[in-house]
């Protein structure tokens, strides 16, 4: 009940975020499920795993779930009871972000794709580098807005074990452009 109430004032926002941080859907995106916005990124200079080196001021590519997809409960033929079961779709959208950028339909000026989640687990397996948000007053509490958002948007399931929430930690996540197309472009040489 308290679900319903809260929704279309939490979706509202929704809407109003994405047009204020200029956030847009993957083009082509076979599920709706990613939307992206390109800004200078904010963080502390870091060397990803291939090597490429992210210095604050560089352009990233800030991939959000579109909560506004989740709340309907089905997403293609998936069920939206956990994030397992979205990864297959997660990796379709994964492949088409890839296809974009080795056909140049992507800002030229990112360097990698960034964001922040609590999915990290799952974005490990679709080969994000991964590390943990600092303990700052702004990251507990995007991480309470994370938690508060899968609480809306998420179908209501049984309730997670006390072992399950400790583990739930925001973490910051990371892949360079190259590295996207390499692990998920289509390659001339497969039939």
Do not use: C
């Not at 004032?9 to 975020?17: D, M, S």
């Amino acid at each position: 009940m308290l679900k319903s109430i809260i929704r279309p004032i939490i979706i509202l926002w929704e809407k109003i975020f994405e047009r204020i941080e200029n956030i847009e859907v993957v083009p082509n995106s076979p599920y709706g499920l990613l939307r992206m916005a390109v800004h200078p990124y904010k963080g502390q200079p870091t060397v990803l795993s291939d090597g490429t080196r992210l210095n604050t001021g560089d352009y990233v590519i800030e991939l959000h779930i579109s909560n506004l997809v989740l709340v309907k409960g089905k997403v293609g033929d998936v069920e939206v009871a956990n994030n397992i079961r979205l990864l297959p779709l997660f990796r379709e959208e994964m492949h088409n972000l890839a296809g974009l950028a080795s056909h140049g339909k992507l800002d030229p000026r990112a360097k990698a794709i960034w964001g922040v989640t609590m999915m990290g687990p799952g974005l490990k397996r679709l080969g994000f580098q991964l590390e943990p948000m600092d303990h700052s007053t702004h990251s507990r509490l995007l991480v309470m807005w994370m938690n508060f958002l899968k609480w809306v948007f998420y179908p209501t399931q049984l309730k997670p074990s006390s072992k399950h929430k400790s583990r739930q930690k925001g973490y910051q996540y990371f892949m360079s452009i190259e590295q996207l197309i390499r692990r998920y472009a289509p390659s001339d040489n497969q039939s």
